[in-house]
Nanobody, 126 residues
Framework: QVQLVESGGGLVQAGGSLRLSCAAS????????MAWFRQAPGKEREFVAA????????YYADSVKGRLTISRDNAKNTVYLQMNSLKPEDTAVYYC???????????????????WGQGTQVTVSS
């Protein structure tokens, strides 16, 4: 089992920045690809970004490229999401997820992830 706990969400004005963190425990963190997903009210949960086990490869949703950056620190068992130039449409609950599957573009789908955090709310005001 892997336990994931997100933090860092909050209320920010459009154009502002936030940094989300996800602390992992339970199993060897570096054995898992990590990702962030988000879910806005009335919408399905959607992929945001993913990072490979060693941190050297990433995937991003087109809607966040150039504004959001995923990274990880395996020594701290933590994955981050730096969010810049935030827009009202970024408002959602953000979830951290872990996958034991090999690194490929299936890591952009919810079905590839075995473990999920409880989510942290991000609200961007206009």
């Amino acid at each position: 089992q892997v336990q994931l706990v997100e933090s860092g969400g909050g209320l920010v004005q459009a154009g502002g920045s936030l940094r989300l963190s996800c602390a992992a425990s339970g199993r060897t963190f570096s054995n898992f690809g990590m990702a962030w997903f988000r879910q806005a009210p009335g919408k399905e949960r959607e992929f945001v970004a993913a990072v490979s086990r060693g941190g050297g490869s990433t995937y991003y949703a087109d809607s966040v490229k150039g504004r959001l950056t995923i990274s990880r620190d395996n020594a701290k068992n933590t994955v981050y999401l730096q969010m810049n130039s935030l827009k009202p449409e970024d408002t959602a609950v953000y979830y951290c997820a872990a996958s034991g599957r090999p690194w490929d573009d299936t890591l952009m789908t919810r079905e590839s992830y075995d473990y999920w955090g409880q989510g942290t709310q991000v609200t961007v005001s206009s």
